[in-house]
């Protein structure tokens, strides 16, 4: 079910959140939102891992976002914004959980419109491995893998240097091939 930013954003601690739609300013974050709506959650999925974790997150983050959108200098640089803000969100979200769920990821966090990963057992393997990682290094793979996102664009949306990127990924790969490889090596693999 698809839903629109003006769905997921109308309310806030059980009361209708105050988005003018009519004004332009409300009208030009309710056309951004909706533009981002998609990649945001299946980005905070593969962030939290939870399918109602990754809601809330976003959730909150289009609340926070429209909170803050008069700091929003330049409408063009929304999605970095607005990526930072959803990032941040899941982070504390993770911080404050404490727990870690070892669940699958759906076909529609893989990629968005179709699977290359074909056997379901080996989405199973690789979500379970992506569990284990700590939260930055989710972070990166999330960004890195899910959103295409290049190391110069993740280090811009994270505010972190390129190198602290490449760290980060090589450590959450290394990580990532250690668990499938031993995944392989028990025969769960085929």
């Known amino acids: 079910m698809v839903r629109q930013s003006s769905e997921v954003i109308d ?8 988005v003018d739609k009519t004004s332009e300013r409300g009208a ?15 980005l905070a999925r593969a962030i939290v891992r939870d399918p109602g974790e ?5 959730h909150d983050a289009f609340v926070q ?3 803050k959108w008069s700091t929003l200098r330049d ?16 982070r504390n979200r993770l911080d404050r959980a404490s727990r870690w769920h070892l669940t699958d990821i759906s076909a529609e966090v893989v990629l968005g419109s179709g699977d290359p990963i074909s056997d379901s057992h080996e989405r199973d393997v690789i979500g379970s491995a992506i569990a284990m990682l700590t939260p930055d290094h989710r972070v990166v793979v999330a960004l ?3 959103r295409d996102f290049t190391l110069e664009e993740i280090a811009t949306r994270l505010e972190i240097p390129v190198g602290t990127v ?4 090589h450590y959450a790969l290394k990580r990532l091939h250690a668990v499938i ?8 693999i085929r």
Do not use: M
């Open 11 to 18: 309310v806030v601690d059980g009361r209708p959140l105050e």
């Open 28 to 42: 030009a974050f309710l056309r951004l939102a909706n533009e981002h709506l998609d990649a945001s959650y299946r």
């Open 54 to 58: 990754a809601q809330d997150a976003t």
């Open 65 to 67: 976002a429209w909170r």
């Open 75 to 90: 409408p063009a640089l929304f999605e970095r914004w607005f990526d930072r803000i959803l990032v941040n969100t899941c």
């Open 144 to 146: 890195r893998y899910y």
């Open 166 to 169: 490449q760290s980060r990924l």
């Open 181 to 188: 490889e031993a995944a392989d090596a028990k025969g769960t």
